[in-house]
């Protein structure tokens, strides 16, 4: 095993076990308690009965349902002198005790000592974390003595199911749900794009079989001490009137039947009518007065406004300050930061703060892949400010459509934004892997290194991947064979690792959800075996013998073993094996599999030229480029299976400024047969105008649109001649505002 891999697996089981130090047993725990105070380091066994003690109104509460419920190994004996006591301050149970000093919201006090365990809520949230840090000290059959403080950093903590593409099916909510409560995250917001019902049947109400299961969530949720939070959508074709209006109100009164008591309104991704500030506020107050407030049990409202970020504000950032203006101050608004994808820091919560009149609620776009489909985002959460909390009303982040995979991500935004100032990313993931996948943590962390960067995107949002072997990647590429069997070591932990998680049967969830890139990733670790038996065969030193006959056939076997892995993974490209929506699969792309390329490159050229042979030393062949003066498509990724050319979906408005273009270029002439492009938005053909360079010049030639949604724009007429570029710009004189969808194009 590669000695890097065994220095993380070492760190990894001595991190999780906390065995090096005296609070080992609150080492466990995560979120990081703010406080903990340990006066024995000698851990104790757990007992084998105890007495639980609280009042009566505590009976049916999440805190003692929980602790039951984890402790099934403990038996409960009224008689048994080691006792546990439960209580929200206040609680009659608690007189005897001395009093905790005051409690934060959903804060809590642990006390485990040699008689007894003593657990108080500032309110029965906080009881329930308590219960919750005490369940994750439990782990391993042992107990330590100390006393736990603790509350939280920020007041709202989780997830929006906000994505596009597949939405989450209900038993990845229900898991999801319980997630959160382990991890002390209080708030999902239901709000999946493809869900008709919150976005394009907005005025509709649920069909039965789907409002029951919301019914369940929102019951599951309150069990779990998470708010579930039902967002609606109803910019796209809202109409500003009094019965849009009553459609509106009527259909979250439908959701407060159902137990929904927290509601956001969304606003985003959207163009024309609905986009006006002054309208959303009115709408917005009206809610805030005519619903919310009829109801003593509904959360503050939240909503997320059209312009969420700050690179689509204009020179007087004149949406923000009206809604500041305008907006009731009890309405919470959401924010992505300076772009649509961005890590947030304390500039950008003063900057935004000031323009909206209250703290934003942040929208951290992270580890969601909607405009990264064809990747697994598996890496630790960093980046963020550890100085925000108090500027912040909630901080929610926005997940993939692989819900178990996301939970790597989320367990580090459960620490996070709980206790900011003690969040160490690298030591959270560590964490977060043996959470996920206990049985086998370490070849999911193995597995895990190569697939944490985004690659070039849209939002141009990267993630450190690959910083590990950046040094050995280097020297391999100099010929360096020691350097080279190290990297062969890598790959073949890497396909150990493929096969071990491909085998496991404890989480089938998760294993479904990462079999594409498994799958993938296993071919790319036998070509990286094959490349560097290539490398290590003409590194050696150069010798006055000519090459045998059977070096130069070692050769052209490990080449061709090379290829066969190379074409395993284009194929894979199109494959049944990738999800629904997914285009392609892409896995180490940061520093691996360049790397590797490379290094095909080299010892091609190098085994041609010393074993006379001729054999093919390009790895990829990636023919097409792109290039945008419209700033939000200058780096989409562009992709190409046969003779299908794909440009990344873009799923936020494109704004798309007069005489900007978009083109696409080859270096070779080819036969454009079709093109098509989907901008959700009606009558805008005649605003572009379609080119092709054929002979050394531009030629037009004629757009039509759908009539019909998406109102795709297609080129019939674009002919048959030899092209080398493809270009669309905006001829309208003024600004478009449409949608960059499901752009093919089709050439030979």
């Not at 074709?237 to 109100?249: E, G």
């Not at 299976?641 to 978009?662: F, K, Q, R, T, Y």
Request: proline share 4%.
């Amino acid at each position: 095993m590669n000695r890097n891999l065994i220095l993380t697996a070492t760190v990894s089981a001595i991190t999780w076990l906390g065995t090096t130090n005296a609070t080992a047993q609150f080492a466990r725990v995560c979120p990081v308690p703010q406080q903990v105070e340990t006066s024995v380091a000698a851990m104790v066994n757990q007992p084998t009965q105890w007495a639980l003690r609280c009042d009566k109104q505590r009976l049916s509460s999440a805190a003692l349902k929980a602790l039951t419920e984890g402790t099934t190994h403990i038996a409960q004996n009224k008689k048994a002198p080691f006792t546990v006591t439960l209580g929200v301050v206040g609680d009659r149970c608690l007189r005897a005790l001395d009093k905790p000093t005051a409690l934060k919201a959903e804060g809590y006090l642990l006390k485990v000592a040699e008689k007894g365990i003593v657990i108080i809520g500032a309110d029965e949230r906080g009881l329930y974390y308590g219960v919750q840090t005490l369940l994750q000290s439990m782990e391993g059959g042992k107990m330590q003595y100390g006393t736990v403080t603790d509350w939280p950093d920020t007041p709202v903590r989780g997830t929006v199911e906000g994505f596009y593409g597949t939405p989450w099916s209900h038993e990845a909510r229900l898991s999801q749900i319980a997630f959160y409560g382990r991890h002390k995250m209080n708030t999902y917001i239901y709000g999946p794009k493809d869900d008709l019902y919150h976005r394009r049947f907005w005025r509709k109400p649920y069909p039965k079989a789907e409002a029951e299961r919301i019914q369940q969530l929102c019951n599951y949720a309150k069990a779990h001490a998470v708010d579930f939070c039902w967002a609606i959508h109803p910019g796209v074709d809202i109409r500003w009137d009094k019965a849009d209006r009553d459609s509106l109100v009527a259909k979250l009164e439908d959701m407060y039947a159902l137990g929904v008591r927290s509601f956001a309104v969304f606003f985003d991704d959207i163009t024309g009518e609905g986009t006006r500030p002054d309208r959303q506020a009115q709408l917005l107050n009206d809610v805030e007065h005519n619903f919310r407030k009829k109801h003593n049990d509904v959360a503050p409202l939240v909503m997320c406004p059209t312009i969420y970020n700050r690179s689509w504000t204009d020179s007087n950032d004149t949406y923000l300050r009206a809604l500041g203006k305008d907006l009731d101050p009890d309405i919470q608004v959401m924010w992505t930061g300076n772009a649509v994808v961005a890590d947030i820091d304390l500039e950008t919560m003063q900057w935004i703060n000031s323009r909206i009149g209250r703290n934003a609620y942040i929208w951290w776009n992270y580890p969601v892949s909607d405009y990264v489909r064809e990747r697994i985002l598996l890496g630790p959460v960093y980046g963020n400010g550890t100085d925000i909390a108090p500027l912040l009303s909630g901080f929610v982040s926005n997940p993939m459509e692989h819900a178990e995979a996301s939970k790597i991500a989320l367990y580090g935004v459960a620490d996070y934004t709980w206790n900011m100032k003690a969040y160490r990313p690298y030591e959270n993931w560590l964490q977060a892997t043996h959470e996920v996948l206990p049985a086998h943590a370490d070849a999911l962390r193995t597995f895990a290194l190569y697939n944490k960067d985004l690659g070039q995107n849209g939002h141009g949002y990267r993630r450190a991947e690959g910083d590990e072997m950046t040094i050995e990647a280097q020297r391999a590429l100099q010929g360096d064979i020691v350097a080279i069997e190290s990297l062969a070591d890598r790959c073949t932990t890497l396909r150990q690792a493929c096969d071990t998680l491909l085998a496991d049967t404890t989480s089938p969830a998760l294993v479904r959800e990462l079999r594409p890139w498994l799958l993938y990733t296993q071919c790319l670790a036998d070509y990286g075996t094959a490349v560097c038996n290539m490398a290590k065969m003409t590194a050696k030193e150069k010798t006055a013998n000519a090459a045998t006959q059977a070096q130069s056939d070692a050769f052209t076997q490990a080449h061709a073993q090379a290829r066969k892995a190379l074409n395993a993974m284009q194929q894979m490209q199109t494959s049944k094996v990738r999800h629904a929506l997914q285009p392609g699969i892409r896995v180490g792309t940061r520093v691996l599999l360049p790397t590797l390329n490379d290094m095909f490159t080299l010892a091609t050229t190098e085994g041609n030229r010393r074993y006379h042979t001729q054999l093919d030393s390009i790895a990829m062949d990636a023919p097409y480029k792109l290039s945008s003066t419209v700033e939000q498509l200058a780096s989409q990724p562009v992709t190409m299976v046969g003779d299908n050319v794909s440009v990344a979906d873009a799923n936020e408005v494109i704004h798309w400024a007069p005489d900007a273009s978009l083109t696409l270029a080859t270096d070779r002439n080819v036969i454009f047969s079709t093109f098509g492009l989907d901008v959700q938005v009606p009558h805008v053909a005649s605003a572009f105008k379609l080119q092709l360079f054929t002979n050394g010049q531009w030629r037009e030639v004629p757009l039509t649109q759908s009539s019909e949604a998406p109102y795709t724009l297609n080129a019939p007429t674009i002919g048959s001649a030899k092209a080398s570029r493809i270009k669309l710009t905006n001829v309208s004189g003024q600004q478009v505002d449409v949608f960059f969808k499901n752009f093919n194009l089709s050439a030979q």
